[in-house]
């Protein structure tokens, strides 16, 4: 039985005729809810007692694939596989394939425990489905999304319904296993099954059940492509959406590589973290609120190296139970905030400590989410030791260098004789490449030979080695009267 439309058609299979057609059917494409892991598969088991009562499952929707648009090696592998793909009903569709293939029980029941009586019933049961006509990314979302609006589709879902534009693909690739393209995901979300077939991951506590991971790094990559020059804020799901509307949206290399970093710092954390006496990876609070710290010490110390990564978990580990516990420092300590009619600053009534907890759940907030992070970098204390920072300016201004040698009297700070602007470098007192800074009591006018002598020697070292290491290239000059 079947209806036409110019769009689409409505039509009736048994379970039997979808699942011989189920291989060319693309059940999870990028733009779909991921399968939602139930205890004891509930979810599951629910939609196959339906179909054993003789109950209807919903409209399924599908689309007819266009590999007109496809280059030749996607064309080549679509046609090789699939014909449609699933708009909606992706869950319904896996369970009834899993049933069918003996991957969990009903009524304590595989599909082959079935009596012959039972499979018939199962197999000959109608499904109905609604075959949309090949249609854009656009249409895809938007049908996905009008589908769902009266089901539990949350925030994210909606967002990666906008299928395949870059920040869409960029997100769910970093953090998932797309089967389509066998992407390489980051290491951080890297997960093994048990043999249940449920999926655990080895630095998280938690999974990315209705893709709570895509929401976290989708908040993560807004501030580094929106906020580049401050990264520590919040960004709200309105934010979000924007970012995902922009169909020719790109994210640079750079970005992507800063991106990178951060994802290494959070499971070099989470590394940490397991090797402790909790054996465990990081928490969904944990990867909140180390990120947040993250982009607090990208925006401070700009380039810096971590040079004791397991004390400054075990640092962030004590501070942060600290706080949580009401047993630090500041945690008894009346929270306050700027009274915005008076513009005078008051206690609110809540303790630092229950303010931190709700300000790291609280991401959509600028204010909010930097307090909380000034609570934690309070409890720390002193972090500079445990970090190798190096200033990423690496060139003094000509005004600097100018105003340098006026200062220094024309003469060269390491041999003391008359030095000019055209023979002069502008070197680091302390190295570049030992954490010296390139500020203006850090610059000292050399004659050229000398710096490029000195290499990533201290001025001071280098000076040392004057009366027996003669600089290579520098002609006798006349010493200053």
């Not at 689409?8 to 048994?14: I, L, N």
């Not at 699939?82 to 909606?88: G, L, V």
């Not at 809540?350 to 300000?359: C, H, Q, S």
């Not at 600097?400 to 000019?420: H, P, T, Y």
């Amino acid at each position: 039985m079947s209806s036409n439309t110019s769009m689409y058609y409505f039509y009736e299979k048994t379970v039997q005729e979808f699942i011989d057609e189920y291989q060319f059917i693309d059940c999870q494409p990028v733009g779909q809810r991921l399968p939602v892991y139930t205890k004891g598969n509930s979810k599951e088991v629910g939609i196959i007692l339906s179909i054993l009562a003789g109950e209807s499952i919903g409209m399924i929707t599908l689309m007819k694939i266009d590999s007109s648009t496809m280059n030749r090696k996607q064309r080549r592998e679509f046609e090789r596989t699939y014909k449609k793909e699933s708009i909606d009903g992706g869950h319904r569709k896996r369970a009834i394939w899993a049933f069918y293939t003996n991957k969990f029980k009903v009524g304590g029941k595989f599909y082959t425990d079935l009596s012959d009586e039972e499979r018939d019933n199962f197999l000959n049961m109608k499904l109905s489905f609604t075959l949309y006509n090949p249609l854009n990314t656009g249409q895809k979302g938007r049908i996905f999304r009008n589908l769902n609006k009266t089901t539990d589709v949350n925030f994210i879902e909606m967002l990666n319904s906008y299928g395949i534009i870059p920040v869409a693909n960029y997100v769910r690739e970093k953090v998932r296993l797309i089967d389509q393209i066998n992407n390489p995901y980051h290491l951080l979300f890297s997960y093994h099954t048990t043999p249940k077939d449920e999926i655990v991951y080895d630095y998280l506590t938690f999974d990315n059940d209705r893709l709570k991971l895509d929401h976290l790094l989708a908040r993560i990559v807004h501030r580094y492509v929106s906020f580049p020059k401050g990264l520590l804020g919040g960004t709200s799901d309105e934010q979000l959406e924007t970012m995902y509307q922009q169909e020719n949206f790109v994210i640079s290399p750079s970005i992507s590589t800063k991106i990178d970093a951060h994802l290494d710092f959070l499971r070099t954390m989470a590394d940490h973290s397991r090797q402790s006496i909790s054996r465990r990876g990081l928490t969904q609070h944990d990867f909140k609120v180390l990120s947040a710290l993250y982009l607090y010490l990208v925006d401070t110390y700009k380039v810096f190296n971590i040079n004791d990564a397991e004390a400054l978990f075990k640092t962030f580990s004590t501070a942060n139970e600290a706080l949580r516990n009401k047993e630090g420092k500041f945690s008894k300590i009346f929270h306050s905030k700027i009274n915005r009619k008076t513009g005078l600053m008051e206690k609110s009534g809540y303790t630092v400590n229950l303010m931190y907890t709700r300000y790291i759940n609280a991401p959509q907030t600028d204010d909010k989410t930097t307090e909380a992070v000034s609570y934690l970098i309070k409890e720390m204390g002193d972090i500079e030791h445990l970090l190798d920072i190096k200033d990423p300016i690496k060139a003094f201004s000509m005004s600097q260098k100018r105003a340098k040698l006026a200062e220094q009297g024309f003469i060269c700070a390491i041999d003391g004789m008359m030095l000019s602007m055209k023979d002069a470098h502008a070197g680091h007192i302390v190295a570049h490449t030992k954490g010296g800074k390139t500020v203006y009591n850090n610059l000292a006018m050399v004659r050229a030979c000398h710096n490029i002598d000195m290499g990533t020697m201290n001025l001071n070292e280098y000076k040392e080695t004057l009366p027996s290491v003669h600089p290579v290239g520098c002609r006798p000059i006349k010493k200053a009267a």
